[in-house]
């Protein structure tokens, strides 16, 4: 389990818990957009795309009040040491819950255009790179709160088969924009939307990152696994 300082505080721990309770409440509504994004995108289903887009005001609305409720506990509790620690690192965990909420969002808004406009099947290769990612940052929240710092090392290694898959999908992508340049608007969403799930893992291994730093109090030496060698625009999270 988390780790605590050891000091008897109960008004403490409950602020804790509530707070801990909003970051897991947070990343299943991510875990859903993620889902739902490939699902729609897969489907053509332009409904459900706005559902996720409309759901992602709902994650913002809850990072707002787990930084609230962080700048509470650290200004009636004045945690300190492992304590402290953990308060921080639920703010950096909603603040990657929130990006990786967004790259979701940027997914479903660019599904009534690929539905439009193309020419090429992509989106089962797509939906295999989101699945990878929500089993990720399952595991990585699971890692949190359970203290887990091996399951956490495990889903940040994870993050190089994402950077492999990527790099893979987005060479077929390459493949079907030589072969008819008919194909190439269609394959360039395909590819921003690559490279949103792409850094979905990046934020995924942050968290992982912070689970470990709970457990151990260190941040991970050992420069993260990364496989990434193409990049199809660094605007692709917009």
């Known amino acids: 389990m988390i780790p605590r300082s050891g000091h008897i505080n109960r008004a403490f721990d409950e602020d804790l818990r509530e707070a801990r309770d909003l970051v897991q409440e947070m990343s299943a509504l991510v875990e859903r957009e993620i889902r739902d994004a490939s699902r729609a995108l897969a ?7 706005g559902e996720v887009i409309a759901l992602d005001r709902e994650v913002d609305r809850l990072e707002e009040e787990i930084n609230h409720a962080v700048v509470r506990i650290i200004a009636l509790r004045q945690p300190q040491a492992t304590d402290l620690r953990i308060v921080i690192s639920l703010m950096k965990i909603a603040g ?16 009534s255009v690929i539905s ?11 939906r295999r790179l989101a699945e990878m990612v929500e089993t990720m940052l399952r595991d990585a929240i699971r890692a949190y709160v359970e203290g887990d710092a091996a399951l956490a090392e495990e889903v940040r290694r994870r993050d190089e088969d994402v ?5 893979s999908i987005f060479r ?7 072969e008819d340049p008919r194909n190439i608007t269609p394959c360039m969403h395909y590819l921003f939307i690559l490279k949103n799930l792409e850094r979905m893992g990046d934020h995924v291994t942050a968290i992982a990152e912070q689970a470990i730093f709970l457990v151990t109090g260190e941040m991970p030496e050992e420069e993260r696994p990364k496989a990434t060698a193409v990049d199809p625009d660094a605007q692709a999270e917009g």
Do not use: P, W
């Not at 489907?43 to 795309?49: I, L, P, Q, T």
């Not at 990657?96 to 599904?111: C, F």
């Not at 406009?117 to 797509?126: C, F, K, L, N, Q």
């Open 43 to 49: 489907g053509h289903d332009v409904e459900r795309a």
């Open 163 to 167: 950077d492999q898959t990527y790099n």
């Open 116 to 126: 439009a406009a193309s020419r090429v099947s992509g989106a089962s290769a797509i």
């Open 96 to 111: 990657n819950l929130e990006r990786i909420g967004d790259y979701a969002k940027n997914i479903a808004k660019r599904t």
């Open 172 to 178: 077929e992508f390459l493949t079907h924009m030589m």
